[in-house]
C-alpha cells in the first residue's frame, strides 16, 4: 500500500489566498483526520471523519477553514483567506477504526502563508 | 487547557544509555495510551500503545510504563541508538472519543 497520500508537500502562498491541501486515504480505512503542527501548540487535530462524515470539527480554528470528504479516498482542507498565522505543517492520517486503533500519517503539507 | 503534557521539550542522551520521555495526562477518562515517533519532513509513525488495565508494555528496546493513580506514563529506550533521535509525541483517547496528542519531546542520542 502506498499510505498517505498528501499533496502538495510544500505550498508558499500570499496573505489573502485561498490554500487548498489534499489527502488520499489509505484504502479500506474508514476514518481520516487532519491534524496541524506549530511550535507552540504541537501537533493539534482540526477535524475528522468516519465514513465521509465529518464527526468533530472543534479543533476547526474558525471559519476560514473548511473540510471536505466527497467519497472514501479523497478529503480535502481549504483555508479562505489565508493568513500569516496559518503557517504550519498539515497531516492527514486514515484508520481503520474510529477509536483504539493506530493512525497511519501522511508526509504533511509544509504551508507558508506571506 | 492541554490535556496530555510533555514538559520536557528536549532530551539528550548518549547512545547505548536509557533514554525516558515522560508524559502527564489531566483527564481521568482516558484509557489508552499510545506513543508516536516523528522524524523531520516525515510524518508521525505509531511507536507503542498500552491500555489502561495494564500497567506496562513492552516491544523490543521500547517499554511503556503507566501510572493511573500518578496521571502519568512515560516511555524507556534501552540501549538508545542514533537513529531513535526524533520527536516523540505521546497521545491518549477516551472509550468512543477522540486522540489527544501531547506537544513532543525532541530526543537527540549522541553517538
Known amino acids: 500500500d502506498a499510505g498517505v497520500i498528501q499533496s502538495p508537500r510544500h505550498e508558499v502562498t500570499e496573505m489573502g489566498q485561498e490554500v487548498t491541501l489534499r489527502c488520499k486515504p489509505i484504502s479500506g480505512h474508514n476514518s481520516l483526520f487532519w491534524y496541524r503542527q506549530t511550535m507552540m501548540r504541537g501537533l493539534e487535530l482540526l477535524i475528522y471523519?468516519?465514513?465521509?462524515?465529518?464527526?468533530?470539527d472543534s479543533g476547526m480554528p474558525e471559519d476560514r477553514f473548511s473540510a471536505k470528504m466527497p467519497n472514501a479516498s479523497f478529503s480535502t482542507l481549504k483555508i479562505q483567506p489565508s493568513e500569516p498565522r496559518d503557517s504550519a505543517v498539515y497531516f492527514c492520517a486514515s484508520s481503520k477504526d474510529r477509536f483504539l486503533d493506530t493512525q497511519y500519517f501522511g508526509p504533511g503539507t509544509r504551508l507558508t502563508v506571506l | 487547557d492541554q490535556q496530555v503534557k510533555q514538559n520536557s521539550p528536549s532530551l539528550s542522551v548518549q547512545e547505548g544509555r536509557i533514554s525516558i520521555l515522560n508524559c502527564d495526562y489531566t483527564?481521568?477518562?482516558?484509557?489508552?495510551f499510545l506513543w508516536y515517533k516523528k522524524y523531520p519532513a516525515e510524518g508521525p509513525t505509531f511507536l507503542i500503545s498500552?491500555?489502561?488495565?495494564?500497567d506496562k508494555n513492552e516491544d523490543g528496546r521500547f517499554t511503556v510504563f503507566l501510572n493511573k493513580s500518578a496521571k502519568h506514563l512515560s516511555l524507556h529506550i534501552v540501549p538508545s541508538q542514533p537513529g531513535d533521535s526524533a520527536v516523540y509525541f505521546c497521545?491518549?483517547?477516551?472509550?468512543?472519543?477522540?486522540?489527544?496528542f501531547g506537544p513532543g519531546t525532541s530526543l537527540s542520542v549522541i553517538p
Open positions: 497521545a491518549a483517547e477516551a472509550s468512543y472519543d477522540k486522540v489527544i
Open positions: 471523519f468516519n465514513n465521509n462524515v465529518p464527526i468533530d
Open positions: 498500552i491500555s489502561s488495565i495494564k
Open positions: 483527564n481521568s477518562m482516558f484509557d489508552y
